[in-house]
């Protein structure tokens, strides 16, 4: 699927329009995977508590083999809750939505046995500033709206419906668009191009121009951004996910082939240095492991509303930002045999950095933490309850986090927000990782992370225990 790209097909052989995106085999097997284990809609058709816990397992294995069909998945998961703003439009989707069969292919959706919903929002001249958009919505007298404008990013284009901002009379409002009628003729979507992407080459990423294609209202006129801020909120919680996923998968190649790669007359694993190295790399692993569950355990419980609120930005903006870092280390432990496209890691190095762009840039989710902060005072009340506990067991992660009240008492502001949301993310991998992981673990995390001897790469501060913490990320064959 990355060996051979999607392709865009604009016309048929007669020249009318046809706009379709051909994919590799490879990649509808993948898609046919995630949907029959239901990555793509568990939570909201499994009745069982803890259904967003599981299937946060089910897409980071799906992650670490091949990420780029996750995105369509990650979508169709997070759409449902934004579609329930329309409780008649979610009746009649969910169904399809939640279904276990995978159906490629554009035709009416009433006629399919499972759909696939994606997200559409930045336009050329806002980008991340959505309510600069210009693409304007019309009623129409059948109760639709008639879209006309453009998107500058749409990634699988070839879902079935996509969610998208449009300036309606009302303001900007949250839109269902879909790709094909219910009389089967295709809607006013052209696809013009395909992006050419640094990394997530499987996946198709569109450029689309809406002439008065139609589409649902979701939720009321004005209230778009409130209604798609759900979709994205779960968006988010994915892109940690996947980051996590790929830190796991960097692991797993660095640590195996240290363990059967032998030079200045030992196994790389067992040369001091180098088990540094590794130590260090599983550690940052399992940090975002934990987070990435603890998140995802938190979309399972009404209750954790308000430290969700503020989890999600923290962990989306440093979990993701750790990523291409580690992704880097990883590959060079295995020296120039991981910069060649053999090895899974030089597509995992292109891979990471997007996962830090989606659903909102470093700066963007940055402010997002602020606003929390300002909006939702409760946010930080629960996610200060969630670590404090922590602390009482480890000297280092208590005055990290009488830091970190210091920072949020002084009233943060956009000069100090990188370093606000960074400390709130270490504080809560630490807490964690103390409460969850063997203590080695966390003993690491807080001297390299926490501690006044903090190292700027990977293996700079020595590690208690290192072959231990190697040893228990070791794939076992």
Same mark, same amino acid.
């Given at each position: 699927?990355? =060996?051979?790209?999607?392709?865009?097909?604009?016309?048929?052989?007669?020249?009318?329009?046809?706009?379709?995106?051909?994919?590799?085999?490879?990649?509808?097997?993948?898609?046919?995977?995630?949907?029959?284990?239901?990555?793509?809609?568990?939570? @909201?058709?499994?009745?069982?508590?803890?259904?967003?816990?599981?299937?946060?397992?089910?897409?980071?294995?799906?992650?670490?083999?091949?990420?780029?069909? $996750?995105?369509?998945?990650?979508?169709?998961?997070?759409?449902?809750?934004?579609?329930?703003?329309?409780?008649?439009?979610?009746?009649?989707?969910?169904?399809?939505?939640?279904?276990?069969?995978?159906?490629?292919?554009? #035709?009416?959706?009433?006629?399919?046995?499972? &759909?696939?919903?994606?997200?559409?929002? /930045?336009?050329?001249?806002?980008?991340?500033?959505? #309510?600069?958009? /210009?693409?304007?919505?019309?009623?129409?007298?059948?109760?639709?709206?008639?879209?006309?404008?453009?998107?500058? !990013?749409?990634?699988?284009?070839?879902?079935?419906?996509?969610? &998208?901002?449009?300036?309606?009379?009302?303001?900007?409002?949250? !839109?269902?668009?879909?790709? &094909?009628?219910?009389?089967?003729?295709?809607?006013?979507?052209?696809?013009?191009?395909?992006?050419?992407?640094?990394?997530?080459?499987?996946?198709?990423?569109?450029?689309?121009?809406?002439?008065?294609?139609?589409?649902? =209202?979701?939720?009321?006129?004005?209230?778009? +951004?409130? +209604?798609?801020?759900?979709?994205?909120?779960? /968006?988010?919680?994915? $892109?940690?996910?996947?980051?996590?996923?790929?830190?796991?998968?960097? %692991?797993?190649?660095?640590? @195996?082939?240290? *363990?059967?790669?032998?030079?200045?007359?030992?196994?790389?694993?067992?040369?001091?240095?180098?088990?540094?190295?590794?130590?260090?790399?599983?550690?940052?692993?399992?940090?975002?492991?934990? %987070?990435?569950?603890?998140?995802?355990?938190?979309?399972?419980?009404?209750?954790?509303?308000?430290?969700?609120?503020?989890?999600?930005?923290?962990?989306?903006?440093? %979990?993701?930002? #750790?990523?291409?870092?580690?992704?880097?280390?990883?590959?060079? $432990?295995?020296?120039?045999?991981?910069?060649?496209?053999?090895?899974?890691?030089?597509?995992?190095?292109?891979?990471?950095?997007?996962?830090?762009? @989606?659903?909102?840039?470093?700066? +963007?989710? $940055?402010?997002? &933490?602020?606003?929390?902060?300002? /909006?939702?005072?409760?946010?930080?009340?629960?996610?200060?309850?969630?670590?404090?506990?922590?602390?009482? *067991?480890? *000297?280092?992660?208590?005055?990290?986090?009488?830091?970190?009240?210091?920072?949020?008492?002084?009233?943060?502001?956009?000069?100090?927000?990188?370093?606000?949301?960074?400390?709130?993310?270490?504080?809560?991998?630490?807490?964690?990782?103390?409460?969850?992981?063997?203590?080695?673990?966390?003993?690491?995390?807080?001297?390299? #992370?926490?501690?006044?001897?903090?190292?700027?790469?990977?293996?700079?501060?020595?590690?208690?225990?290192?072959?231990?913490? +190697?040893?228990?990320?070791?794939?076992?064959?």
């Amino acid at each position: 699927a990355h =060996r051979y790209p999607p392709v865009l097909r604009t016309h048929d052989r007669y020249g009318n329009r046809a706009d379709e995106v051909d994919f590799h085999p490879s990649w509808h097997r993948f898609m046919g995977l995630a949907v029959e284990h239901g990555a793509h809609a568990m939570p @909201w058709a499994e009745t069982r508590p803890g259904a967003h816990a599981a299937r946060a397992v089910v897409l980071s294995l799906l992650a670490q083999i091949e990420p780029g069909h $996750c995105c369509p998945i990650s979508m169709t998961y997070a759409a449902v809750p934004a579609l329930r703003a329309e409780p008649a439009l979610a009746a009649e989707w969910e169904p399809r939505i939640t279904s276990r069969t995978y159906d490629f292919g554009l #035709r009416p959706a009433a006629g399919k046995a499972g &759909v696939l919903v994606g997200m559409a929002m /930045t336009e050329k001249q806002g980008g991340s500033d959505v #309510r600069a958009n /210009t693409t304007q919505a019309t009623p129409t007298a059948d109760g639709m709206y008639a879209l006309r404008g453009h998107k500058w !990013f749409c990634s699988a284009p070839m879902n079935d419906a996509f969610l &998208v901002l449009a300036q309606a009379p009302g303001g900007l409002t949250c !839109f269902l668009l879909p790709r &094909v009628l219910p009389d089967g003729t295709l809607n006013a979507i052209r696809v013009q191009r395909l992006k050419d992407k640094l990394g997530n080459r499987s996946n198709a990423s569109a450029e689309i121009e809406l002439h008065d294609a139609l589409a649902h =209202r979701v939720g009321e006129e004005g209230r778009g +951004v409130s +209604v798609i801020i759900e979709m994205v909120n779960h /968006t988010r919680l994915d $892109c940690v996910i996947a980051t996590a996923a790929g830190m796991r998968q960097s %692991v797993a190649e660095a640590t @195996w082939h240290a *363990a059967h790669r032998s030079a200045f007359g030992k196994r790389l694993v067992d040369q001091p240095l180098m088990t540094q190295v590794l130590a260090d790399l599983c550690v940052e692993s399992e940090a975002a492991t934990a %987070v990435m569950m603890r998140l995802a355990s938190a979309y399972d419980t009404p209750g954790d509303a308000a430290f969700r609120r503020l989890a999600t930005a923290v962990a989306k903006y440093w %979990v993701c930002k #750790r990523g291409p870092g580690h992704a880097a280390e990883a590959l060079e $432990c295995l020296g120039g045999n991981g910069y060649i496209e053999e090895t899974p890691l030089a597509r995992r190095y292109r891979e990471q950095p997007l996962l830090s762009i @989606w659903e909102g840039s470093g700066n +963007v989710i $940055c402010l997002d &933490v602020l606003r929390a902060l300002s /909006t939702s005072p409760q946010s930080a009340e629960a996610f200060l309850a969630e670590v404090e506990p922590a602390a009482a *067991a480890d *000297a280092r992660l208590a005055a990290h986090l009488d830091g970190v009240k210091r920072l949020l008492m002084s009233g943060a502001d956009q000069s100090s927000a990188r370093r606000l949301t960074e400390d709130l993310g270490l504080a809560l991998q630490a807490s964690l990782l103390i409460a969850h992981a063997p203590a080695e673990v966390a003993d690491a995390f807080c001297a390299t #992370r926490l501690g006044p001897d903090r190292g700027l790469a990977y293996g700079a501060v020595p590690v208690k225990a290192a072959g231990d913490i +190697v040893s228990r990320h070791l794939p076992e064959v």
